[in-house]
Each structure stands twice: as structure tokens, then as C-alpha cells.
């Protein structure tokens, strides 16, 4: 709690007592010198005072936003959380990032299983053991190497890829979880920080990420509408103390496979699609 107290004059009470017992130049000396002294040291406790209320005052989060040349502010967030990229089991600190050009050919355009990126067991391959979980049932999870055209050739040309050649999007649903486990096991998860990289939001206050500690929410963070320098969109979240156990996840106010244009082509929805996403190493709750 951060509060300021008064003390009022004390001291000169204290002083003036003193002058009316002893009535000599001494006391009225002794008198200025405590003024002086309780002057200082009520400067000195107001500064300490006012410098713990601007420490509680800090906000316990750090946002990360862009839009147009998204890519240095990305980089501000990797710092954020971990300069290590860790791409196998078993890492401590650093980070992890997923950029779905790490879907083979063959599932492209098909449903992804929720543990895609972090299957268990001795026959899963260790480069997608990255600690990232979602929940299968809150809609249709693919991945798209014609920013899927495949779903809705109405829209596809308002997408594009930040990174490789391929995106991801929840097709039949735009609001849905992100979990975490530990990376390579079915081990609950939290994480400090997370980011995504979003396509042609088109429309402020649609697309955000909310995020949770246990039952706790932490707030919800909106995504900027893309500028007219490109499609893409950044928004990250890192925070100092929470830890983060789920994120909420919306994209636009359209669904994906319902088809119909998007509102930057004459449409009447905000269809919006995803590429990287970042966080740091998750740690077994």
C-alpha cells in the first residue's frame, strides 16, 4: 500500500517549548537548526515515499505491438524471452517458436492432431517436442501452403506468410486455447511470455490474446489492425512475475471456412490468419 503521512509541525513545538523554558538566543538557535534538520529529512522520506509508489505503480507486463515492418519489434520480444532458440527436449531457459513450415507436405490442408507440437513418447520426432497444446475440439486446426485458397478462394489473397511459405489458422472456429506443457512430455506447463504473428487484421479490437494463470486472468491484449505498409500484425505479452498457464486466442469475427470475401475485399467479416508463434521455455507448473 502506498500512502504519504503529515506530520505537522513537531518540531516547532518541540522548539517552542524550548523557548519558553530557557528565553535565551540558544534556544532560538536550536530552534532553526531543528527546522533546518526536519526540513531535510522530510525531503528525504517524501523522495522514498514517492519512489515506492512509482515501483507499485509499474505495470507487472510488457506489451509488444507492431504492425508494418514487424520484424525488429519481434526481436525485442525474443530478448524478452530468451536469447537461446531451443529446438529439442530437455532445454533451460531460452525460448521456442513455432513458424509451421515444419508441417510435411502430406498433411497440409488436413486436420492437425492438438499435441502436434508435442507429441510424446520414444518414436516422436524431437524437433516437434516444442511444449505447445491446444484443445481439438474448439475447431478445425490447419495448415496452409496457399494461404488457404483450399478453404476460401474468396480471401486467401488478402493473406500471406511472415516466415516460410506456410500458415495456420483455426478454420472452423476464431476463438479458441493455447496450452503448454513440457517440452517431449505431458507434463502442465506455464510459460512467461507469449506472441503471435497475425495476417490482415483489418479491424481494431476483434483479434486479441487473453491470458491466464491457473483461474487467474491476467488481461486482454488487443491486436493493432495492420497498416497500409503490409498485412501483418505482432502482438506479444510478456510478464515479470505470473505465470502464464493458457492463452485465449481470437482471430478476426469471420470463420475461415464459412467462405465469402474479406472485409478489405467487400466483404462483411474480418477474416484473419496466423504465422509464428513465440514463447519461452515452458516450465512444469
Not at 187 to 194: E, H, N, P, R
Not at 242 to 265: C, E, F, P, Q
Amino acid at each position: 500500500m502506498c500512502f504519504l503521512t503529515t506530520l505537522g509541525d513537531i518540531e516547532l513545538l518541540i522548539g517552542l517549548l524550548i523557548l519558553k523554558r530557557e528565553n535565551t538566543r540558544f534556544a532560538l538557535q536550536i530552534l532553526i537548526m531543528k527546522k533546518v534538520m526536519f526540513a531535510f529529512a522530510m525531503t528525504a522520506v517524501t523522495i522514498s515515499i514517492l519512489t515506492s509508489c512509482e515501483k507499485e505503480n509499474e505495470p507487472g507486463f510488457t506489451v509488444v505491438t507492431a504492425t508494418g515492418d514487424i520484424t525488429a519489434r519481434i526481436d525485442e520480444f525474443r530478448q524478452l524471452l530468451g536469447a537461446q532458440l531451443n529446438t529439442a527436449p530437455g532445454a533451460v531457459g531460452g525460448r521456442r517458436e513455432i513458424n509451421w513450415d515444419g508441417v510435411p507436405e502430406q498433411l497440409l490442408g488436413t486436420p492437425l492432431p492438438s499435441d502436434f507440437f508435442n507429441p510424446v513418447g520414444a518414436a516422436a520426432p524431437a524437433s516437434r517436442q516444442r511444449g505447445l497444446v491446444y484443445s481439438a475440439a474448439a475447431g478445425t486446426f490447419e495448415v496452409s501452403k496457399t494461404n488457404f485458397n483450399e478453404v476460401n478462394a474468396a480471401a486467401s489473397s488478402q493473406f500471406a506468410p511472415f516466415s516460410g511459405q506456410q500458415t495456420f489458422s483455426n478454420i472452423s472456429g476464431n476463438l479458441w486455447d493455447v496450452g503448454f506443457e513440457v517440452a517431449g512430455q505431458s507434463i502442465a506447463a506455464s510459460v512467461k511470455g507469449f506472441g503471435i504473428v497475425f495476417s490482415d487484421v483489418d479491424v481494431a479490437n476483434n483479434s486479441y490474446l487473453e491470458f491466464y494463470s491457473g483461474a487467474k486472468n491476467l488481461g486482454r491484449f488487443y491486436v493493432p489492425a495492420h497498416d497500409n505498409k503490409s498485412g501483418f500484425s505482432f502482438l506479444g505479452v510478456y510478464f515479470k512475475n505470473d505465470k502464464v498457464t493458457r492463452v485465449r486466442v481470437a482471430h478476426g469475427n469471420g470463420i475461415l471456412n464459412t467462405g465469402g470475401k474479406d472485409i478489405s475485399n467487400g466483404g462483411s467479416k474480418d477474416l484473419v490468419i496466423m504465422d509464428d508463434f513465440l514463447y519461452d521455455e515452458p516450465i512444469a507448473q
